[in-house]
Nanobody, 120 residues
Framework: QVQLVQSGGGLVQPGGSLRLSCAAS????????MGWYRQAPGKQLELVAR???????NYDDSVKGRFTISRDNGKRSCILQMNSLRPEDTAVYYC??????????????WGQGTLVTVSS
């Protein structure tokens, strides 16, 4: 069994910053791609940023230059640093990882979600 536990998020004013963290635990053999997704009220889930286990990353155009994704493979964690936040960034953010467990199955694993609200 593997799981992702998220932390961070909350309420911030426009222009502010927040940091989201995600840590994997359980019977893990390896972690491949990790990423952050978000779902705003009334909208579909969308990819925000993704990073490979080699450190290559890509971003949605709407967050390029403002958000930074990083990971620490030793700590099995992934960070999303969000700067210059805008009201349209308001959403529930989810961490996702592709994890190979000790039985060699590859599991698409999601965090529990965390609400980010950008408002004055």
């Amino acid at each position: 069994q593997v799981q992702l536990v998220q932390s961070g998020g909350g309420l911030v004013q426009p222009g502010g910053s927040l940091r989201l963290s995600c840590a994997a635990s359980g019977n893990i053999f390896n972690i491949y791609d990790m990423g952050w997704y978000r779902q705003a009220p009334g909208k579909q889930l969308e990819l925000v940023a993704r990073i490979t286990n080699g450190g290559n990353s890509n971003y949605d155009d709407s967050v390029k230059g403002r958000f930074t994704i990083s990971r620490d493979n030793g700590k099995r964690s992934c960070i999303l640093q969000m700067n210059s936040l805008r009201p349209e960034d308001t959403a529930v953010y989810y961490c996702k990882a592709e994890i190979r467990d000790l039985s060699y199955k590859v599991l698409e694993t999601w965090g529990q979600g965390t609400l980010v609200t950008v408002s004055s």
